[in-house]
């Protein structure tokens, strides 16, 4: 049977490709899309979410979140996603709507389910605070790192944005798996495979506009020939577990750091004497990963 999915994100070009896998995968029941305020705005992710499902007729609530971390300002990565969030493709009318209610009630409305966390773990935290951790079946989410981070030197983003409500997902019981820059970063979006998506007619060329603007800005920060294509390996994950190679380990979130805020400390050794509390991604099979990607895509275009 396929797994009840709601997909937290902030799209974000790499959240724009995780929404359609999710979307195009048999294993995957997608019953909602929240959005969060992280890559940039909750106005502008929120509407970035809405084009991307308009571009690919996909049907599911499209709920708006929490628009500030649970504490300090809000940080966007304008210097990679570009002013709306999702730049580089032109696209078309908008259909795709909003529901009336916060995210949050809408994750509680579709539970039980997986939910798929790719941005800021404010929605999740707060979900958790509000009604509890019964109805989660697992937190699988995009952020962290075994090593250096992507932010601040130990910092990956989608961490270093809410600290805070890392922390309470990581201390809250619920099965976790963390899909970290330690991974995402071997999947690279080679010309290769940009030219594989931009086959698969209109929505095949967005993806292929949505990668070409990613690899610019990635080259132009980092230094990247080739973009790395995160959230999407944390859908892969719930799609087929052998996908992403995973160990048990303790996961500790700095919180209070004066350099490193928002680091995922994550004990592969057992050395600091804590209990497991995270499933930690270690590696992944990024040929079969790509060719789930490619397929999700194919089956709506």
Sequence with gaps: MPTPV??????????????????????????????????QTLDK?????????????IAVPIARGCDRPLAGPLRVAEDIHGGTGM????????????????????????????LVATGALTNVATYLRRYGTAAVREIVLMGGSTGRGNTTPY????????PEAAHVVFTSGVPVTMVGLNVTH?????PEVVARLTTLGPLGRICGDLMTFFAATYREVFGFEAPPLHDPVAVAR?????????????????????????????????????????????????ERFFDVVVEAVRNLS
């Design 6 to 39: 709601v997909l937290d994100c902030d799209p974000g070009h790499d959240d724009a490709i995780a929404i359609l896998l999710a979307a195009g995968s048999p294993e995957i029941d997608l019953r909602a899309i929240t959005t969060v305020a992280a890559n």
């Design 45 to 57: 992710v929120t509407l970035n979410a809405r084009r991307i499902c308009s571009a690919a007729g």
């Design 87 to 114: 730049d580089g493709p032109a696209f078309g009318a908008v259909t795709a709507g909003v529901v009336e209610q916060h995210a949050i009630d809408v994750m509680h409305a579709h539970m039980p389910a997986t």
């Design 155 to 162: 910092a990956e983003f989608n961490i270093h944005v809410d």
């Design 186 to 190: 071997q999947a690279l979006v080679t």
């Design 238 to 286: 719930v799609i087929d577990p052998s996908l992403v190679a995973c160990v048990e380990a303790f996961v500790g979130i700095e919180t209070s750091g004066t350099y490193t805020r928002g680091a995922t400390v994550v004990d592969l050794h057992a050395r600091l004497g804590e209990p497991p509390n995270a499933r930690v991604a270690v590696g992944l099979d990024v």
